[in-house]
């Protein structure tokens, strides 16, 4: 069964999707989330001018000389352009390969080691008041777990929060569901750790006298804080007891959690920037991580996120798949599977896409009573609509980025 026809499908119902779509001799389809936020296009020209001409013609069912001969053969390896554009083909050839078969990919990967995938939703609020009505509509959603972003006295716009001055102008486009803000530049945010590190552990304080000891709660300091402040954040917090406490300190230099584990007990969780299992090497074996976060669509595919996990879990490491809404429908069933599959599931993060984006893609997953099943359809369940996806051209869009108070640029 060969390849004998390949389309890179770029649409953007509620924000930009890359689909790889993969049609073979037989008339079998796969789909593969080629997503880089705010990059897109990169993806895109590297499928379309470099990958999809060696793909033609290829054996469909052999997977891991496919993957291998991708990544090998390019020469430049690692990078996000390069992995999201492996993962694709390594998502639509698991696809096609059960639709051969006729069974669900989680079957393949060795069938269902749990009923349902416990998820979390993103709540939050500028202020204690609206975070707390986040957080119940996130439960009368049915969300048994909870990340809380919160705003902080003193600053204008901060990453994850609905209610902030951009989403008003944003004519009901939710900021914490889309980062990326449409446009020919990315916004400027302002940021102040020790405002933040003041504030976050009075937040937790106030959820937990609010919601109690039982509801897992999760925090996302998205790469703002130096190790020290990481510590110190973490050891804050311990009262609270985190679920986990997400990229507390730029992830490039991995040593530096060892002085975060060294002050703190709250369980750390890192990596949806991360791009291969070597990004993991030393944080995994000196065990600096209690949850990797890679996404299917940003490490290489079904194939090489499984090995990451299978590594991690030999340190009792377990998953927290990467779910926002940047993570196709397609993207998302992966991850699904994947973590359907492996022994060593920690959570799933769940955004919900929008309406439109549904409309494009059809998807057969399920989610009741806080836990999502990726369905029994033959391969990933999920189809995308070529005339619907067609009536969303490509928008610009860009993540926005920080500057403190003196102007310096910092992580966003
Ligand atoms: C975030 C993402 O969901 C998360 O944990 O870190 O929202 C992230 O900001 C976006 O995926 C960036 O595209
Ligand atoms: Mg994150």
Request: cysteine-free; overall charge negative; hydrophobic content about 40%.
């Amino acid at each position: 069964m060969i390849i004998d026809r390949a389309e890179v499908i770029v649409t953007s119902p509620d924000r930009n999707f890359v689909t790889l779509k993969l049609t073979t001799d037989e008339g079998l389809t796969g789909l593969g989330d080629a997503t880089l936020n705010g990059r897109e296009l990169a993806v895109v020209a590297y499928l379309k001018d470099h990958v999809v001409p060696l793909l033609l013609g290829r054996d469909a069912h052999r997977i891991e000389d496919t993957w291998q001969f991708l990544y090998r053969s390019a020469y430049w390896r690692r990078g996000p352009v390069t992995m999201a554009a492996i993962a694709a083909v390594d998502m639509a050839l698991w696809d096609i390969k059960g639709k051969a078969a006729g069974m669900p990919v989680y079957q393949l990967l060795g069938g269902a080691s749990r009923n349902g995938l416990l998820a979390y939703g993103h709540a939050s609020g500028k202020d204690n008041e609206a975070l707390f009505d986040s957080i119940r509509s996130h439960q009368e959603q049915g969300y048994k777990a909870i990340r809380v972003q919160t705003g902080v006295p003193g600053l204008k716009s901060i990453y994850g929060i609905a209610s902030n001055a951009t989403y008003e102008a944003m004519e009901g486009v939710r900021y914490d569901h889309e980062p990326a803000q449409r446009g020919a530049l990315p916004n400027e945010e302002d940021w102040d750790t020790r405002s933040y590190l003041r504030h976050v552990p009075t937040v937790f304080e106030a959820v937990r006298n609010e919601f109690g000891p039982e509801l897992p709660l999760l925090h996302d300091a998205h790469h703002r804080l130096t190790p020290i402040q990481a510590a110190k954040l973490g050891k804050s917090l311990e009262p609270y007891d985190l679920f986990w406490l997400e990229d507390v300190s730029p992830a490039e230099n991995q040593e530096a959690l060892r002085l975060v584990r060294q002050h703190t007990t709250t369980p750390l969780a890192i990596g949806e920037i991360f791009n291969t299992v070597w990004d993991y090497q030393q944080i995994i074996r000196e065990q600096l991580i209690d949850y990797v976060r890679s996404a299917v669509t940003h490490t290489g595919g079904i194939s090489h996120l499984k090995k990451v996990l299978d590594y991690a879990s030999q340190y009792q490491i377990k998953s927290g798949m990467h779910g926002p809404t940047d993570i196709s429908p397609v993207g998302m069933a992966a991850a699904m599977h994947l973590g359907l599959s492996i022994h060593n599931f920690g959570i799933q993060e769940y955004m919900q896409h929008g309406a439109k984006t549904d409309r494009v893609f059809q998807q057969s997953f399920t989610w009741e009573g806080g836990f999502l099943h990726p369905g029994d359809r033959p391969g990933l369940g999920v189809e995308l609509d070529t005339d619907e996806a067609g009536k969303y051209p490509y928008v610009q869009a860009y993540l926005p980025y920080n500057r403190l108070a003196d102007g310096t640029v910092h992580d966003w």
